[in-house]
């Protein structure tokens, strides 16, 4: 240090600190030796501490305000120097000033997904972040357990500690809450709330306190989003067979608007009827056309076969399904023009496939 600086310290009578910064927490003021005149001028303004740290020990904590340094408004640092009498030399000792502003837009987020188990989807894996503020509420305390001998304090050198207590504390709170997944939307104040107020007391323990925490969001997977997407887009549709419908409709109309003229016109609406008939017997079974016409020289029966409409049957068949015991006299039978279903051993065409019944032995 040059003649001048050591001139200029002797002449300093006024210590003061203006924050040109947004993230500085604690700042020591420099002079050469640390020497500090009596009745020197300490101005302390408003989110602002001033901590005296006499051979590493904090000594006397001012809150804002304007103080003449004297021995009776440093009762501690004058008991550690052993000033019994008072003092009018210049006299030794660091001076921190601490800012007591909230600091905000604070970052916080898991860096891995979180494993936690839910009601509806099972084994889920998540993600979250949000932001937070906090302020230093004991400066001594900050100074003694994190900052120590740090002329220059700031909030980066402590947020990943908070970070980390952040995303533990919201771990562990969500999985013993048992919030369903698709309700934690609904949820975010309480989630809140609740995390803030576990992790106060650690952050206490630095000399911080916790003034707001904030959830933004809690996603899921990807390849999970993407198929509740594809259920949500399905509940949207609702009715597919009219979906299917307005699709071939909006096919016709750019089919309508192709540069070919009437003849591409016509060859697009053709293509957009085929396409809405083939989609629509695709969706309605009940919309589709009739099986084809029985052959020639047989009529055709469709039989109720194990609770089960089977069929059509040629009388030919029928018979192979009477011998292997499939259809008896009693399984109820259907062919076109018939009123109802009736039993096969009652239907003349049918009734010839079964046997006669046997008659009753003989009396003896």
Request: aromatic share 10%.
């Amino acid at each position: 240090m040059g003649i001048l600086d050591k001139l200029r310290g002797e002449f300093i009578d006024i210590i003061e600190w203006l924050d040109p910064s947004r993230d500085t927490m604690i700042f020591r003021f420099e002079r050469y030796g640390n020497e500090i005149k009596n009745g020197a001028k300490l101005v302390c303004r408003e989110s602002q501490a001033a901590v005296f740290v006499n051979e590493g020990r904090v000594a006397d904590v001012f809150t804002p305000g304007t103080y003449t340094l004297e021995t009776k408004n440093l009762p501690i640092l004058a008991t550690l120097m052993g000033w019994k009498y008072g003092f009018n030399s210049p006299f030794k000792a660091e001076v921190y000033f601490v800012n007591t502003k909230n600091f905000t837009d604070q970052k916080w987020g898991t860096k891995n997904p979180v494993m936690m188990r839910d009601a509806e989807f099972g084994a889920v894996r998540i993600r979250a972040f949000g932001n937070y503020t906090f302020k230093v509420v004991d400066p001594a305390k900050l100074i003694r357990e994190i900052a120590g001998t740090d002329k220059h304090f700031t909030t980066d050198e402590i947020s990943e500690q908070l970070r980390n207590i952040i995303i533990t504390r919201f771990t562990d709170f969500l999985a013993e809450s048992k919030i369903a997944v698709l309700d934690l939307a609904a949820k975010y104040d309480e989630l809140s709330k609740g995390i803030a107020d576990k992790v106060s007391a650690e952050f206490k323990d630095y000399g911080i306190e916790v003034t707001k925490l904030l959830i933004e969001n809690v996603s899921l997977p990807p390849a999970v989003e993407e198929a509740m997407d594809k259920r949500t887009s399905m509940g949207v549709v609702g009715n597919l067979g009219a979906f299917t419908q307005y699709q071939a409709a909006m096919s016709m109309e750019q089919a309508a608007k192709n540069p070919g003229g009437a003849a591409g016109a016509g060859i697009g609406m053709g293509m957009g009827f085929a396409m809405a008939n083939q989609l629509g017997q695709q969706v309605s079974p009940s919309a589709q056309q009739p099986g084809p016409p029985p052959l020639p020289g047989g009529a055709q029966f469709f039989a109720a076969v194990g609770g089960q409409q089977t069929g059509p049957h040629t009388e030919q068949a029928l018979g192979q399904l009477a011998q292997q015991g499939s259809v008896t006299r009693d399984t109820l039978c259907w062919k076109q023009g018939m009123a109802q279903w009736t039993p096969a051993g009652q239907v003349p065409e049918l009734a010839k496939l079964f046997a006669p019944p046997l008659p009753p032995p003989l009396p003896k």
